[in-house]
């Protein structure tokens, strides 16, 4: 099956800075999703991007499947901006595969 | 739009008993529905896929008859965990599929099984 890998697994930041995660798939892909998981468990959708570039807010994607890579930007990050965010991908199915996620951490 | 709801919250069951978590897709209709589980610090595996009228597709490794699933209705599937055991305990994710707008899935809040 599809394989996702997303780095860094953990990252710190200073509220105010920048931040680029990335998510690695190992074949083509009919849904890529970037989730942000809150502290109570709950996914909030932040981008359904199989392809090109969206975004919302401080909040930017980009995917470029013949690569087969997504990275997904943050910008002047914000304490809520903490919490473990997801890249889960569909590949000729509509299964979704999860990365183990990347940890984010933004201290005031 | 593109709300999915799941009831209970939290549940706190002896081992040995049953437990029936519902997810509904609030305003939208869903033919497919998911059913993930998320262990403490580990990402989404997924169980099994509910389609409306029909039985589950179980992934490999997850037991059909200790996780019963039924799709009664496009905006409502279930998911019963039978004979709860403590190692049971974890964190069940839903979501659904509206198929008119591609291949996204939306997510409930999750429930939060503890089995003593």
């Known amino acids: 099956g599809i394989q996702v890998e997303q780095s860094p697994p953990d990252l710190i930041l200073q509220e105010g800075a920048n931040s680029t995660l990335r998510c690695n798939f190992s074949?083509?892909?009919?849904?890529l999703q970037w989730f942000h998981q809150n502290p109570w468990g709950q996914l909030i959708n932040l981008f359904y991007i199989p392809s090109g570039t969206k975004q919302n807010g401080r909040l930017s994607a980009t995917t470029v499947a013949t690569e087969r890579y997504s990275l997904l930007y943050i910008s002047s990050s914000q304490t809520t901006d903490s919490g473990v965010y997801f890249c889960?991908?569909?590949?000729?199915?509509?299964?979704?595969?999860f990365g183990k996620g990347t940890k984010l951490t933004v201290n005031p | 739009g593109a709300v999915v709801s799941q009831h209970p919250s939290r549940v706190i069951c002896k081992s040995g008993t049953s437990v029936k978590i519902e997810c509904r897709s609030l305003?939208?209709?869903?033919?497919?529905m998911f059913w993930y589980r998320q262990f403490p610090k580990q990402s989404l595996m997924l169980m099994a896929t509910s389609n409306e009228g029909s039985k589950a597709t179980y992934e490999q490794g997850v037991e059909k008859d200790k996780f019963l699933i039924n799709h009664a209705s496009l905006t409502l599937s279930t998911l019963t965990v039978t004979s709860a055991h403590p190692e049971d305990s974890s964190f069940y994710i839903c979501s659904a599929r509206d198929q008119r707008l591609a291949w996204e899935q939306y997510f409930g809040p999750g429930t939060r099984l503890t089995v003593t």
């Open positions: 074949d083509s892909v009919n849904n």
């Open positions: 305003d939208f209709q869903a033919t497919t």
């Open positions: 889960a991908v569909g590949s000729g199915s509509e299964k979704l595969v």
